[in-house]
């Protein structure tokens, strides 16, 4: 119940802070989200990346693991 009053008085705070009758902290708040979105689409873009990649390795050891679980039942 206190984190849901807390993050309800920070979204009111942020509302009132990017208001023009407020703080009027609105261009700087625009200006902050247009440099950090090229660093969080390339953040996110590795991120993709490096999960991709262990997919990839992760295919391989399922394949060499069925082929050999194979060889094993073919000697039997």
């Not at 703080?23 to 950090?36: C, D, N, S, T």
């Not at 953040?43 to 262990?54: P, Q, R, W």
């Amino acid at each position: 119940m206190v984190a849901l009053i807390i993050g309800l008085i920070l979204i009111l705070f942020c509302v009132f802070a990017c208001l023009p009758m407020g703080l009027a902290w609105g261009p700087a708040v625009i200006a902050f989200l247009k440099g950090g979105a090229p660093v969080a689409a390339a953040f996110i873009g590795l991120v993709s990346v490096l999960i991709g990649i262990a997919d990839i390795k992760d295919k391989r050891e399922a394949m060499a693991e069925e082929e050999e679980a194979m060889k094993s039942e073919e000697t039997k």
